[in-house]
């Protein structure tokens, strides 16, 4: 009965609803003002190419990315890459987008340091994330609290990882309304729609931490029982 304990039900289930919610919040917004063309007129892939040269970050390539709402900016590569949603569209929404993952590639140009903290965990939150379940359980069936303790310590790493990503989360995004508004891009009605854009993204990755946290406690109650 381990997938349906009560800390599944008193912390994950909640956890899941809300994170169910923010994902139709940003597919929802997204899809809005997708069908709101942007008075300039510029497509994402260009606006991308214009600030980044603006913030002398020319030799970032601007690409296609795949999937829906594939949008990302891979500091190891220094490419950005945006979904065919964005590329070529000229819609607030896409504008929005390309200029919070612009954003991303000057946190990374300055060296933010949340960005940096969060690169450099990355490989710690992934094995971590990975581990985590199969140690616990195993710790769980042949009832060996340490191994339990160790799964829990390594799932740490992983709720660790997505609180360092909400500040870079939001800084992208306050980078993005700047960048915007500064260069002129949008008016100061169209701003409203391209914040409302990027409030629910960002909404995603608050989902995510809560998961992330909720399946701690889960993890750490279970742990409880054992003393």
């Known amino acids: 009965m ?3 304990d009560s800390g599944f039900i008193i912390f994950v289930i909640p956890a899941l609803i809300f994170a169910f919610w923010a994902q139709s919040q940003v597919s929802g917004a997204f899809e809005k003002y997708s069908r709101y063309p942007s ?3 510029i497509t994402g892939s260009d606006l991308a190419r214009e600030l980044l040269a603006r913030s002398g970050l020319a030799n970032v390539r601007v690409g296609y990315a795949e999937g829906v709402l594939g949008d990302h900016y891979n500091p190891r590569t220094r490419e950005l890459r945006l979904s065919r949603q964005t590329y070529s569209s ?3 929404a896409a504008l929005g987008v390309a200029a919070h993952e612009v954003g991303h590639a000057i946190q990374h140009n300055v060296g933010y340091a949340p960005l940096a903290l969060r690169n450099n965990f990355l490989p710690v939150a992934q094995f971590g994330s990975n581990a985590a379940f199969p140690l ?3 710790g769980l069936v042949f009832n060996w609290p340490s191994l339990m303790d ?3 310590l390594f799932f740490m790493a ?3 990882f997505q609180v360092i990503t909400l500040p870079v989360e939001y800084n992208a995004s306050s980078r993005a309304l700047a960048l915007l508004e500064g260069g002129g891009y949008v008016t100061g009605e169209e701003i409203t729609a391209v914040r409302r854009v990027l409030d629910a993204a960002a909404l995603t990755y608050v989902a995510a ?3 992330a946290v909720a399946n701690l406690l889960r993890l750490m109650m279970i742990r409880g029982r054992r003393d």
């Open 209 to 211: 931490t809560a998961v």
């Open 136 to 138: 616990f359980f195993l």
């Open 39 to 41: 008075r300039s007129g």
């Open 90 to 92: 000229s819609s607030l």
């Open 2 to 4: 381990f997938w349906f």
């Open 158 to 160: 992983a709720v660790i």
């Open 150 to 152: 160790i799964g829990i």
